[in-house]
């Protein structure tokens, strides 16, 4: 095939009519006669090898020869410039960007793609696996690669007021045939000269940019279907011009609908294999004019991932653009970002054993020798997505053919060497990977890296063993659930959300928000009745974060079961919940945009109650709420309840011998289960002392429970023993009545055994009511110091301001270990009266307990956890005092103090910290500053651009960036003055 430059040859044909007049050629039309073919592909051939020389009678003379052999005749030479194909030389066709595409058109003008640190695997695989349908678009968020900025507050640019970089309109010679598809050639010409077609581009945010192409807010609706398919369209039109916001077109298709960009795949892979780049320090956006077009690295890496994603979605995976992945691979020259990218785009449709240079990137050998942190790290994530798309639970459902045993051969055969990685990011994300293909060894990894070193790998090793579903991880589960550690216990939730609503339940209550923000998200995994109702206890929950993700975790559930919490949550919640919950509201039916978010509680639930009694809702969005769980008890009628009040009066008043005693007795003997919460009720509300005959005789019959106080009279030790683990078991199902809890605490008062003493505490450590706190009181006023300290934790972990006045005393305690556990729960109680103590009339000369008086103390531990209580209420002496540690010359002294600074929840330690972290050198102080920053910092307010996983010398110069930008003015502190 003969090559040659358009507008040399038709200045060779124009020269040709004008210089050789007395040629002429046959009748037929020039285009249609295979001697014309025979002649232009000779002039064509002798041209291409005669470009150079500017004798023209020697070129001249090979055309009129070559003329001759064709039978070329002089009048039809004459008329070349009047037939069709020299009409399309001559004149090409001016191909315009449509009107509705020129605001996409510019804003894709631009190289702005940027990697999503957000992205994982996981969430990867799960949003495509969500939906098959070919309207179907991923959401922008989820993607590896995202043109402009995840931050959906900020514009991508300013673009209103410019030009595009590339010109909405294109040129393009005369239509190849439909057999012979091909990009077309783009012109430099535009509108610039005529100010009657300039319009004013349109300004695109990120936002924007995704709802252009997906409806969030109806995304299981037939509008969304119209919405995608309408919008998409466009893409798919603009991705055809052979320019930056072509290409940028064609990135962006394969990435939000890869099954259907099998068509896209030539410029993917021109822009990722064949473009150059662009030099680092060349930031010029590329607008088409230069001769070689250059791409950014990141436009290259998205060209990849696309290409990566249209290949794992095709039917067949060409041979040719696969090998030219692995081929690429083998080069030594390339980047570790590049070979990075490469091994994570073959990882989702080839095993990583045929990826080449991954098996060498996971070798241990000496220091010098092993590969760089990001690129092991990349290999360990390529074997973890490959996991994601070929040995899922849904991917070997779909495919039952296939074996579901683990096949050493598809893995890197030194794979096994990274559970001793030195790296904690390696070892963890290998005990995730073997959970995830359901490795043999699985559980026994996960279970040794309980006992790691890391206290990250200990997390993420708790939380990964919910992917087991064995009962040996369901146990060990439920044990880390209980721990005192609040991140053991946030790791425990999201391991035991694999089980079900049934295992969550009893965590919902527990003291940390974070814990209850977990057991909201695992409930919402699971639409049924049981996790509504439950749902239902947290939409008023103390923390806004949980609201908000109660309201979150319902977006996809159905509306008979969404609704009623919506509709709590506009009556309940605070004022973000009641903003999201109406907006959801009338996302899904319509009603309940007049209903006003600002207005008081009571006009709320009035306009909740019209809203429902209007038949607006439908009936089914309460039934189902109502048959399991708000009507699951027996209900005991009004009559019934004064009847077994009548009894109960009777045995309360009447002697032993009397007939009316007996026959109450019989009576109340036979109550059922529920009309025992009656019998309870009255005794709790009744101001007299009740018999005791009546626990011992009656309720031992009727209860479990009261079976078990009987007991707790034996004088036996292991009686009482059996008797107190009885009374822990029924706490975990349900709360102890505090019936049960007050008669407990008659018989503790007599009880010398500190392993009872420590098992009836353990019973009623999460509940929260008047007669628990009462048990908790005559424990700290024990002769026991060990059983002191029980009493102290259980204040310490309810924190309430009046458990203060209790406490202090314990503050001169003899015994140091009880007098640092009194300090510490007073320190949660949040009461400043505690700082310096109760000051009575007539006590001058001998001041009362207080934690001031402490900061003198001779014990140093002493000392140190009055400065944290003292801290965590407010005072500036202790806060000062704790800062001035945090500078002790001794690492674990500084490293404690710096994390006490985190749970104190004082805002004022943010500069301080930030600062501390610019200078300190010590990796393990420095791993607790950013812990504690993590702490004291929301998570809607910490830097946009900071990841975990960078080195943490990275991470304390973005913190130190961003409070310097955000937070150097003094009218914008986060100083929050507690």
């Given amino acids: 095939m003969v090559f040659y430059d358009k507008r040399f040859f038709d200045k060779l044909l124009f020269q040709l009519s004008t210089s050789l007049p007395s040629c002429h050629l046959n009748s037929a039309p020039l285009a249609h006669m295979n001697s014309a073919s025979l002649c232009g592909n000779l002039i064509s051939q002798s041209f291409s090898e ?12 090979i055309v009129l020869c070559c003329a001759s052999l064709s039978g070329c005749q002089k009048s039809m030479l004459q008329n070349v410039r009047e037939t069709p194909l020299a009409a399309s030389l001559k004149e090409k066709v001016t191909r315009k960007v449509p009107k509705h595409l020129e605001g996409l058109q510019v804003y894709l003008s631009r190289d702005q793609w940027v990697k999503n640190h957000h992205w994982s695997p996981e969430l990867e695989w799960k949003t495509f696996q969500e939906d098959s349908a070919e309207y179907h678009l991923a959401p922008i968020e989820v993607q590896r690669w995202v043109f402009g900025s995840v931050d959906q507050n900020s514009l991508l640019s300013e673009i209103s007021n410019q030009q595009p970089l590339t010109p909405p309109e294109q040129t393009t010679s005369e239509p190849e045939p439909k057999s012979k598809p091909s990009v077309p050639d783009q012109t430099a010409q535009s509108d610039s000269n ?10 695109w945010s990120f936002n924007a940019f995704q709802d252009y192409f997906f409806d969030h807010k109806n995304h299981s609706s037939k509008r969304s279907e119209n919405h995608g398919l309408d919008k998409f369209e466009a893409l798919q039109e603009l991705s055809t011009w052979d320019n930056l916001a072509g290409w940028n077109a064609a990135i962006l298709w394969a990435t939000l609908s890869p099954a259907t960009a099998i068509e896209a795949l030539p410029t993917l892979e021109k822009v990722a294999l064949e473009l150059p780049l662009r030099p680092q320090n060349n930031t010029k956006d590329n607008s088409g004019k230069s ?16 290409i990566s994603l249209v290949l794992s979605q095709a039917d067949a995976i060409p041979l040719e653009t696969r090998n030219r992945l692995t081929q690429r691979l083998q080069r030594p020259d390339l980047s570790l970002e590049l070979r990075s990218e490469l091994y994570l785009a073959l990882a989702r449709f080839t095993h990583p054993a045929g990826i080449p240079s991954l098996e060498q990137s996971l070798e241990i050998s000496e220091q010098n020798a092993t590969a760089p942190k990001s690129l ?14 070929f040995h899922t639970e849904q991917k070997l459902a779909a495919h039952p053919d296939e074996p579901r045993s683990f096949n050493p051969d ?5 794979i096994m060497q990274v559970r001793w990685d030195s790296d904690a990011n390696m070892r963890w994300n290998f005990g995730y990977w073997a959970a995830l293909i359901r490795h043999p060894d699985a559980e026994t990894i996960l279970t040794s890296q309980l006992r790691d070193a890391d206290l990250v790998v200990q997390t993420k090793a708790i939380e990964h063993l919910g992917m087991m579903g064995s009962e040996t991880a369901l146990q060990i589960l439920k044990e880390y659930a209980q721990s005192p550690a609040e991140n053991i216990r946030v790791a425990a939730v999201k391991g035991l959300s694999s089980w079900g609503p049934m295992h969550l339940i009893p965590l919902k209550d527990d003291t940390s928000s974070a814990v209850r923000l977990e057991v909201a998200t695992g409930l919402g995994k699971t639409p049924t009745a049981e996790s509504a109702l439950h749902l239902r206890s947290l939409i008023n929950d103390r923390s806004s974060q949980v609201q908000h993700t109660v309201i979150q975790a319902i977006s ?11 509709l709590d949550g506009i009556q309940e919640g605070v004022y973000k919940t009641r903003r999201q919950s109406i907006i959801q509201l009338v996302d899904r039916t319509g009603l309940g945009g007049s209903i006003s978010i600002e207005a008081p509680q009571k006009e709320r639930v009035a306009a909740v109650n019209d809203l429902v009694q209007s038949g607006q809702l439908t009936g089914s969005f309460w039934g189902q709420l109502m048959q399991q769980g708000l009507k699951s008890g027996q209900e005991i009628n009004q009559g019934r309840a004064a009847e077994i009040q009548s009894y109960f009066q009777n045995l309360i008043n009447q002697p032993r011998e009397s007939s009316e005693y007996q026959q109450a007795y019989q009576e109340l003997a036979n109550i059922s289960p529920a009309e025992v919460k009656v019998l309870e009720k009255l005794i709790r509300e009744t101001s007299i002392e009740i018999p005791g005959e009546i626990y011992t005789d009656l309720l031992v019959n009727l209860a479990p429970e009261y079976a078990a106080l009987n007991q707790l009279t034996s004088p036996h030790i292991t009686d009482r023993r059996e008797a107190a683990q009885q009374l822990f078991v029924s706490s975990q199902n349900i709360s102890l009545n505090p019936v049960v ?10 009880e010398q055994d500190r392993l009872v003493w420590r098992i009836v505490m353990s019973a009623v450590e999460k509940d929260n009511y008047d007669e628990a706190a009462q048990l908790a009181l005559l424990a700290i006023n024990h002769n026991w110091p060990d059983i002191r300290i029980l009493g102290c934790e259980y204040f310490g972990s309810h924190g309430l301001p009046q458990y203060a006045n209790w406490l202090l005393p314990l503050l001169d305690d003899k015994n140091h270990t009880v007098q640092l556990a009194a300090i510490r729960a007073i320190g949660k109680c949040h009461n400043p009266i505690a700082i310096s103590g109760i000051q009575k009339p007539g006590e001058s000369q001998n001041p009362s307990p207080s934690l001031r008086s402490l900061l003198t103390h001779s014990n140093r531990r002493v000392r140190f956890e009055t400065v944290v209580a003292l801290s965590r209420l407010g005072d500036f002496a202790g806060m000062q005092e704790l800062l001035r540690i945090s500078n002790d010359t001794q690492v674990a002294m500084k490293n404690e103090a710096v994390q006490e600074m985190g749970n104190s929840g004082q805002t004022r330690f943010v500069e301080p910290l930030i600062q501390m972290a610019w200078t300190e050198r010590n990796n393990s102080t420095l791993k607790e500053i950013l812990n504690s920053l993590d702490k004291l910092v929301p998570d809607s307010e910490q830097p946009a651009d900071l990841n975990p996983q960078q080195d943490r010398s990275d991470q304390a110069k973005i913190w130190m960036n961003w409070w310097q930008t955000q937070h150097s003015g003094q009218g914008s502190r986060l100083f929050t003055g507690r």
């Fill in 741 to 750: 809890v007050s008669r407990l605490r008659k018989l503790m008062s007599h």
């Fill in 376 to 389: 092991r790290r990349a290999a360990m994530q390529a074997c973890i997505l490959h996991g994601f798309w």
């Fill in 556 to 566: 996809g559930w159905p509306d008979d079961l969404a609704v009623p919490l919506l």
């Fill in 50 to 61: 005669f470009k150079r020389v500017s004798w023209k009678p020697f070129w001249v003379g």
């Fill in 291 to 306: 001769e070689q077009p250059t791409v950014s690295e990141a436009m290259q890496h998205a060209a990849l991932n696309a």
């Fill in 410 to 414: 598809e893995w890197p055969a030194n």
């Fill in 194 to 203: 005529n100010p009657t077609k300039q319009q004013k581009p349109e300004s």
